[in-house]
């Protein structure tokens, strides 16, 4: 009677563990998955960091910046701000958008050969395994998730917020910090006069000539959000769209004020 008794608490006792263990799986299963996401976000800051005392570290923020905001003027290669809305659109559109860019370099995501950003990932010479690849896609993907949710700020229509769109929407990278030129042409004296210089002669060239003589700013607006649509029948002229989800209003605004005030001596 007595082992019949044992029996049958110890069967209601592994029950009750098991309806409790099940109950609670899925919170056992979050919390173990934010402890292994922490974790790798953690490795992601180590590869990304340029500091010498961490073995790991692949050097990233010496074109990006530390906090991954964009390089500076003391960068050897001036890499764009990571922490971008435009990151989290090209996301939704093909989610493997940052790890090809990590893994095969720029030129695989914009078809730019002149793509200052390079492969890094060991199957096609680059220094990163997958799990390090994997880390560094993590982080960049958190930080333009969080960008995505802020509220686009209003920016003011000075020369100075100009400068500073000039350098938080990547194109620095292309132009220059002094905007001398680089992948992309000169802008010093874009206020004056149009580059017509281009590496990839636009269709509507003639078109972009007249439109800058009749309304210099007009014609920045209509190249900045679209030069391809706008200027090349749709086809790539290497500047990249800046639709008003990347680029609000007033930044665009800014900018142009910027750029307008870049004249010939």
Same mark, same amino acid.
């Given at each position: 009677?007595?082992?019949?008794?044992?029996?049958?608490?110890?069967?209601?006792?592994?029950?009750?563990?098991?309806?409790?263990?099940?109950?609670?799986?899925?919170?056992?299963?979050?919390?173990?998955?934010?402890?292994?996401?922490?974790?790798?976000?953690?490795?992601?800051?180590?590869?990304?960091?340029?500091?010498?005392?961490?073995?790991?570290?692949?050097?990233?923020?010496?074109?990006? =910046? !530390? $906090?991954?905001?964009?390089?500076?003027?003391?960068? &050897?290669?001036? /890499? +764009?701000? *990571?922490?971008?809305?435009?990151?989290?659109?090209?996301?939704?559109?093909?989610?493997?958008?940052?790890?090809?860019?990590?893994?095969?370099?720029?030129?695989?995501?914009?078809?730019?050969?002149?793509?200052?950003?390079?492969?890094?990932?060991?199957?096609?010479?680059?220094?990163?395994?997958?799990?390090?690849?994997?880390?560094?896609?993590?982080?960049?993907?958190?930080?333009?998730?969080?960008?995505?949710?802020?509220?686009?700020?209003?920016?003011?229509?000075?020369?100075?917020? =100009? !400068? $500073?769109?000039?350098?938080?929407?990547?194109?620095? &990278?292309?132009? /220059? +910090?002094? *905007?001398?030129?680089?992948?992309?042409?000169?802008?010093?004296?874009?206020?004056?006069?149009?580059?017509?210089?281009?590496?990839?002669?636009?269709?509507?060239?003639?078109?972009?000539?007249?439109?800058?003589?009749?309304?210099?700013?007009?014609?920045?607006?209509?190249?900045?959000?679209?030069?391809?649509?706008?200027?090349?029948?749709?086809?790539?002229?290497?500047?990249?769209?800046?639709?008003?989800?990347?680029?609000?209003?007033?930044?665009?605004?800014?900018?142009?004020?910027?750029?307008? $005030?870049?004249?010939?001596?």
């Amino acid at each position: 009677m007595r082992l019949k008794t044992l029996g049958v608490i110890l069967v209601t006792a592994m029950a009750a563990f098991t309806m409790l263990y099940w109950v609670t799986d899925d919170a056992r299963r979050d919390s173990i998955g934010a402890a292994q996401d922490e974790e790798l976000l953690h490795f992601g800051e180590i590869i990304f960091s340029d500091d010498p005392s961490e073995p790991a570290a692949a050097g990233c923020a010496q074109c990006h =910046g !530390a $906090d991954g905001t964009g390089g500076d003027a003391e960068s &050897t290669v001036i /890499g +764009p701000n *990571l922490h971008s809305r435009s990151i989290a659109d090209k996301l939704r559109v093909n989610p493997n958008y940052v790890r090809l860019a990590v893994s095969y370099g720029g030129i695989v995501v914009s078809g730019n050969v002149n793509s200052p950003m390079p492969a890094w990932s060991n199957e096609v010479g680059g220094p990163l395994n997958e799990q390090q690849i994997e880390a560094v896609v993590t982080l960049v993907e958190g930080w333009a998730a969080e960008a995505a949710e802020e509220p686009l700020e209003e920016v003011p229509d000075t020369v100075e917020a =100009g !400068a $500073d769109v000039y350098a938080s929407a990547g194109c620095v &990278t292309c132009h /220059g +910090p002094e *905007l001398e030129g680089g992948i992309g042409p000169n802008l010093q004296t874009i206020g004056s006069e149009l580059v017509t210089d281009l590496e990839i002669e636009p269709s509507g060239l003639d078109q972009m000539v007249a439109d800058y003589e009749a309304d210099a700013g007009n014609f920045l607006e209509l190249w900045i959000r679209d030069s391809a649509g706008n200027y090349n029948d749709g086809e790539s002229t290497d500047m990249p769209a800046h639709p008003e989800s990347q680029l609000s209003e007033s930044a665009l605004t800014a900018l142009i004020t910027f750029l307008l $005030d870049q004249t010939a001596e």
